[in-house]
T-cell receptor, first 110, second 120 residues
């Protein structure tokens, strides 16, 4: 099992502030996905990155895949209460399974 | 696109009974479906991987006789919790995967909304 470490575990910020969530591993992944999950619902796929050094933007969210494809970050600019949720990173390998990080609970206060 | 449904969304049952949960990919044919279990405020724990027409592959520590998985078609997988007990109470989530259009498999999984199982 390939381990993904997410940090921080919890993040509480004021509306309008920026935040960054990190996902690190000693293993190389063929792809990395970021999901957001709200209480009582399934995770929703936000983005997939596959190339080392790749940067993808989704409105106020910026995702980066490390050059060595071992780490990733999610940056949210000007966070809004609607960004509140559990953010999960997941690394993909050749066996079709995903290795999930422990998750980061983000709370954006109005 | 890539919509996955689960039914039921919530189920309450008595100890000793069996519960079936359905997972359907609504707008694509899923090569593989996965079943996860999630405890409160924790990440997802993979229980088993299911391929259409073949036996499911279970993760270490997951009892295959207790958690029966049937993958009848490319759009339907079912998880049956047999002789359920209170410790089986949890949030069960399925996901489905499909190859990307360019033919490169990116391991993307699309999740259902989950099923909250409560065993009394």
């Amino acid at each position: 099992t390939q381990l993904l470490e997410q940090s921080p575990q919890f993040l509480s910020i004021q509306e309008g502030e920026n935040l960054t969530v990190y996902c690190n591993s000693s293993s190389v992944f063929s792809s990395l996905q970021w999901y957001r999950q709200e209480p009582g619902e399934g995770p929703v796929l936000l983005v997939t990155v596959v190339t080392g050094g790749e940067v993808k933007k989704l409105k106020r969210l910026t995702f980066q895949f490390g050059d060595a494809r071992k780490d990733s970050s999610l940056h949210i600019t000007a966070a809004q209460p609607g960004d509140t949720g559990l953010y999960l990173c997941a690394g993909g390998s050749n066996d079709y399974k995903l290795s999930f990080g422990a998750g980061t609970t983000v709370t954006v206060r109005a | 696109g890539a919509v996955v449904s689960q039914h039921p969304s919530r189920v309450i049952c008595k100890s000793g009974t069996s519960v079936k949960i359905e997972c359907r990919s609504l707008d694509f044919q899923a090569t593989t479906m996965f079943w996860y279990r999630q405890f409160p405020k924790q990440s997802l724990m993979l229980m088993a991987t299911s391929n259409e027409g073949s036996k499911a592959t279970y993760e270490q520590g997951v009892e295959k006789d207790k958690f029966l998985i049937n993958h009848a078609s490319l759009t339907l997988s079912t998880l049956t919790v047999t002789s359920a007990h209170p410790e089986d109470s949890s949030f069960y989530i399925c996901s489905a995967s499909a190859p990307r259009q360019r033919g490169v498999y990116y391991n993307e999984q699309f999740f259902g909304p989950g099923t909250r199982l409560t065993v009394l």
